[in-house]
C-alpha cells in the first residue's frame, strides 16, 4: 500500500465510521476496483484510536461532566454525569464479550455479494425505523437497558455492511430517542469500545511481529481523529434538523455498487 493509499483509506474509514454506511463497503470498492490492498476486513487500530479520540473531544462537555460525576460519586454524591459514566461503564463490559466471542465466526461473510446485501438492507431498514419511531427521548431519559441495548448493537458491526453507527442508530430511534439524542448517546457508548478494540489490536500486532506503532500509525491515528472530528460535526448538525435520508440514499447507492462489483456486472 502506498502511502497516498493509506491517508486515503484512513480518511474514508473513519468518516464511514461516523456516517450510518459503514467503512467496509468503501474498502471493498477500493480493493476490488482500483486494486488497492486494504488492510483486511476489519478496521485498522489507528482508525479506531483516531475516532474515539474524535467522539472524546467532540462530546467534551459530556466527558466532563462524566469525569465530575465521577469524583462526586466518590464522595457519596451523584448526579446526571454519574450516572451516564455507569451506565456506559455498564454497557461496555457486555458489548466487548459479545464481540470478541463473536469476531472468529464472522470471516468468511467478507465478500462483496454478501456486502451488498448488508448495506443496502441496512439502508432500509434504518428508512423504516426512523420514520416510524417517536421521538421523544434524550439522553438524560437514558436508562440501563437502553444503554446495554444500543451498546450491543456494535457487535452486529461484525456482520459485513452493517456498520457501528448505522446499528446504534437504528436501535437508538427504535427506542424513541430523537435523532441528534441517538447519536450523541451512540456514540459515547461507541468510544470506549474503539480504545479497547483499538488498544486489544495493536498489542496483538506488535505480539505478532514484535514492531511497535510507526510513524505513519501514529500520523493515521491524527488523520482519523481530525477527519472524525468533522464528520461528527457535519452529522449532528445535520440531525438538528434533517433525517437520515441522505444516508439511506448513499447505502442504496453503494450496496448496488458492490453488488455489481460481486456479481461482475461491472469489471474489478
Given at each position: 500500500m502506498t502511502f497516498t493509499q493509506y491517508i486515503v483509506l484512513a480518511v474514508v474509514q473513519a468518516v464511514a465510521e461516523v456516517f450510518p454506511i459503514g467503512a467496509l463497503g468503501h474498502t471493498a470498492l477500493l480493493e476490488n476496483v482500483l486494486d488497492w490492498q486494504a488492510a483486511g476486513p476489519s478496521i485498522p487500530p489507528s482508525v479506531r484510536l483516531g475516532l474515539a479520540l474524535a467522539i472524546l473531544a467532540y462530546?467534551?462537555?459530556?466527558?466532563?461532566?462524566?469525569?465530575?460525576g465521577v469524583i462526586r460519586a466518590a464522595k457519596g454524591k451523584r448526579d446526571p454525569g454519574t450516572r451516564l459514566a455507569l451506565q456506559i461503564a455498564?454497557?461496555?463490559v457486555p458489548t466487548l464479550g459479545l464481540g470478541f466471542a463473536l469476531q472468529d465466526f464472522i470471516g468468511p461473510w467478507h465478500v462483496p455479494i454478501i456486502l451488498g446485501?448488508?448495506?443496502?438492507?441496512?439502508?432500509?431498514?434504518?428508512?423504516?425505523?426512523?420514520?416510524?419511531?417517536?421521538?421523544?427521548?434524550?439522553?438524560?431519559?437514558?436508562?440501563?437497558?437502553?444503554a446495554i441495548l444500543i451498546s450491543l448493537c456494535q457487535a452486529l458491526a461484525l456482520?459485513?455492511?452493517?456498520?457501528?453507527?448505522?446499528?446504534?442508530?437504528?436501535?437508538?430511534?427504535?427506542?424513541?430517542y430523537e435523532r441528534k439524542a441517538s447519536a450523541q448517546f451512540a456514540f459515547l457508548l461507541m468510544a470506549p469500545v474503539l480504545a479497547v478494540v483499538a488498544a486489544r489490536d495493536a498489542l496483538a500486532a506488535f505480539e505478532a511481529d514484535g514492531i511497535p506503532p510507526s510513524t505513519t500509525d501514529i500520523l493515521g491515528v491524527g488523520i482519523c481523529f481530525v477527519s472524525g472530528l468533522v464528520a461528527l460535526a457535519f452529522l449532528m448538525a445535520w440531525l438538528k434538523r434533517s433525517t437520515f435520508m441522505p444516508f439511506v440514499i448513499y447505502r442504496l447507492i453503494l450496496g448496488g455498487a458492490v453488488l455489481a462489483v460481486g456479481y461482475e456486472w461491472i469489471a474489478a
Amino acid at each position: 500500500m502506498t502511502f497516498t493509499q493509506y491517508i486515503v483509506l484512513a480518511v474514508v474509514q473513519a468518516v464511514a465510521e461516523v456516517f450510518p454506511i459503514g467503512a467496509l463497503g468503501h474498502t471493498a470498492l477500493l480493493e476490488n476496483v482500483l486494486d488497492w490492498q486494504a488492510a483486511g476486513p476489519s478496521i485498522p487500530p489507528s482508525v479506531r484510536l483516531g475516532l474515539a479520540l474524535a467522539i472524546l473531544a467532540y462530546f467534551w462537555r459530556d466527558v466532563a461532566d462524566m469525569v465530575t460525576g465521577v469524583i462526586r460519586a466518590a464522595k457519596g454524591k451523584r448526579d446526571p454525569g454519574t450516572r451516564l459514566a455507569l451506565q456506559i461503564a455498564v454497557a461496555t463490559v457486555p458489548t466487548l464479550g459479545l464481540g470478541f466471542a463473536l469476531q472468529d465466526f464472522i470471516g468468511p461473510w467478507h465478500v462483496p455479494i454478501i456486502l451488498g446485501w448488508t448495506i443496502a438492507g441496512g439502508a432500509l431498514l434504518l428508512f423504516a425505523i426512523d420514520r416510524m419511531s417517536i421521538t421523544v427521548k434524550r439522553v438524560e431519559h437514558a436508562s440501563y437497558t437502553d444503554a446495554i441495548l444500543i451498546s450491543l448493537c456494535q457487535a452486529l458491526a461484525l456482520i459485513p455492511g452493517v456498520g457501528s453507527a448505522a446499528a446504534m442508530l437504528i436501535m437508538a430511534r427504535l427506542l424513541g430517542y430523537e435523532r441528534k439524542a441517538s447519536a450523541q448517546f451512540a456514540f459515547l457508548l461507541m468510544a470506549p469500545v474503539l480504545a479497547v478494540v483499538a488498544a486489544r489490536d495493536a498489542l496483538a500486532a506488535f505480539e505478532a511481529d514484535g514492531i511497535p506503532p510507526s510513524t505513519t500509525d501514529i500520523l493515521g491515528v491524527g488523520i482519523c481523529f481530525v477527519s472524525g472530528l468533522v464528520a461528527l460535526a457535519f452529522l449532528m448538525a445535520w440531525l438538528k434538523r434533517s433525517t437520515f435520508m441522505p444516508f439511506v440514499i448513499y447505502r442504496l447507492i453503494l450496496g448496488g455498487a458492490v453488488l455489481a462489483v460481486g456479481y461482475e456486472w461491472i469489471a474489478a
